[in-house]
C-alpha cells in the first residue's frame, strides 16, 4: 500500500506540473490574441465616428470644395487630402486667405486661395477614395473619407454637400455642433 500512496502522490504532482504548465503556456498565447483583440478595437473605434460626420464635399467639374462644419469662431487653419488607400499626402494647405475659407467652404487646389499651398496644382489623376482632414486654429479639427465617384454621382445642388449621412446644406452641417447655444449634436 505504501508503493501506491507513494504512487498516487507522484501521479498528483504530475497532474499539478501538467495543469501549471498548461496554465501558463495558455496565458502566454492568449497575451498575443488579447492583444490584436485591443488593437482590432482600437482601429474599427477610430476608424468608425461615434456622431456624424462634419465633412461635405461637393464636386462641379474641376472644381472640388469641402465644407467643414464649424462654430462662428472657429477658424479653419490646414487642409491635408491624403489618397486613403496609400495613405500618401495628394495636397496640403495652410491658413485660408479668404473668409469662406476661414469659415470652412474650402476650394480644394486653389493655391491662391491658401497663404500656401503644395502642390500647388491638382494631380492629374485623383484617388478614388480622398481622406480630408480639416484643422482648426482652436483645439480640434474633422476628418472624413470620400468616395469620389459616390460623390459625383449624387450630383448634390448648390449649396448643398455629399455626406456619409446623406445631403446637407453647409448650414446643416454647422447645425451639427453645439457652439454653446445649448444645443447638443444629434
Known amino acids: ?41 482600437f482601429l474599427t473605434v477610430m476608424s468608425d465616428p461615434v456622431g456624424p460626420g462634419l465633412l461635405g464635399l461637393r464636386i462641379d467639374g474641376d472644381t472640388i470644395t469641402v465644407k467643414a462644419a464649424q462654430c462662428p469662431a472657429d477658424r479653419v487653419r490646414r487642409v491635408e487630402l491624403y489618397d486613403s488607400e496609400s495613405e500618401k ?43 480630408v482632414l480639416v484643422d482648426y486654429t482652436a483645439e480640434g479639427g474633422a476628418g472624413g473619407v470620400f468616395d469620389l465617384a459616390a460623390v459625383r454621382a449624387a450630383a448634390p445642388p448648390a449649396g448643398s454637400y455629399w ?8 448650414r446643416e452641417l454647422d447645425e451639427l455642433l453645439d457652439c454653446g447655444g445649448g444645443k447638443t449634436a444629434p
Open 1 to 41: 500500500m505504501a508503493g501506491t500512496t507513494t504512487n498516487g502522490a507522484a501521479e498528483r504532482r504530475r497532474g499539478l506540473k501538467v495543469l501549471v504548465i498548461g496554465l501558463i503556456a495558455s496565458a502566454i498565447l492568449a497575451a498575443p490574441v488579447a492583444l490584436a483583440f485591443l488593437w482590432i478595437k
Open 89 to 131: 499626402l495628394v495636397w496640403r494647405a495652410d491658413d485660408p486667405l479668404t473668409e469662406e475659407g476661414r469659415g470652412g467652404l474650402l476650394r480644394l487646389w486653389a493655391a491662391e486661395e491658401y497663404r500656401t499651398s503644395r502642390p500647388a496644382t491638382r494631380p492629374a489623376e485623383l484617388p478614388k477614395q480622398l481622406d
Open 163 to 170: 455626406t456619409p449621412e446623406g445631403i446637407r446644406t453647409g
